[in-house]
């Protein structure tokens, strides 16, 4: 069964609700299928605009986790992804953090071919790479912030409380 706003607001802890926004994800977005981007995009299209936002903006909270800035544009050099990606931030109000992400992807569009090179020509061409040392501040930055105040996730939770309507119900905005 979907989310609804009652739950949102009965929701006492970030990780209570955020683990809440991932079922309500997993239910919409069920996993098993192979993925396919054109595929991902059109079906997020399809769901409440919070939830897209979140949907959106997941692998990139993971790229920071596990990589940094740089990386995430190698590991998801779709400029449609991208461009959902910087809306869900913006959508989610995680100013700071779309702002980094829209200068890195400005600078990203300058080495879209390195980017999206075979993995093994990535990894050789990105630690050296003016790109990599562009980003750096950017990803350090980054991190800092999610010491603060959970990283996207925490904006996930925050826009939730905020908008749960947005969250449970289809709005088209975009």
């Known amino acids: 069964m979907p989310l609804t706003n009652e739950q949102i607001l009965e929701c ?3 990780d209570d ?3 809440l926004l991932f079922s309500d994800l997993r239910l919409r977005m069920p996993p098993g299928q192979p993925f396919h981007m054109g595929r991902f995009l059109d079906k ?44 869900g931030l913006r959508e989610l109000e995680a100013g700071e953090y779309a702002d980094m992400f829209a200068k890195a992807y400005e600078l990203a ?5 390195e980017l ?6 990535f990894t050789k061409w990105y630690n050296e790479s003016d790109f990599h040392k562009a980003t750096e501040p950017l990803s350090f930055r980054w991190w800092e912030l ?21 969250v449970t119900q289809v709005v088209t905005l975009f």
């Open 109 to 113: 569009l300058t080495c879209w071919t």
């Open 146 to 166: 999610q010491e603060i105040d959970d990283g996207v996730f925490g904006c996930w939770t925050r826009y939730a409380r905020k908008y749960p309507h947005k």
């Open 17 to 19: 609700l955020l683990e």
């Open 44 to 87: 997020i299209r399809t769901i409440p605009v919070g939830l897209r936002s979140m949907a959106a903006t997941f692998e990139l909270d993971v790229s920071m986790t596990l990589d940094d800035l740089g990386w995430h544009f190698g590991n998801w050099t779709h400029r449609g992804y991208c461009d959902e990606t910087l809306r």
């Open 116 to 121: 999206s090179a075979p993995y093994e020509n």
């Open 12 to 14: 006492a802890g970030h």
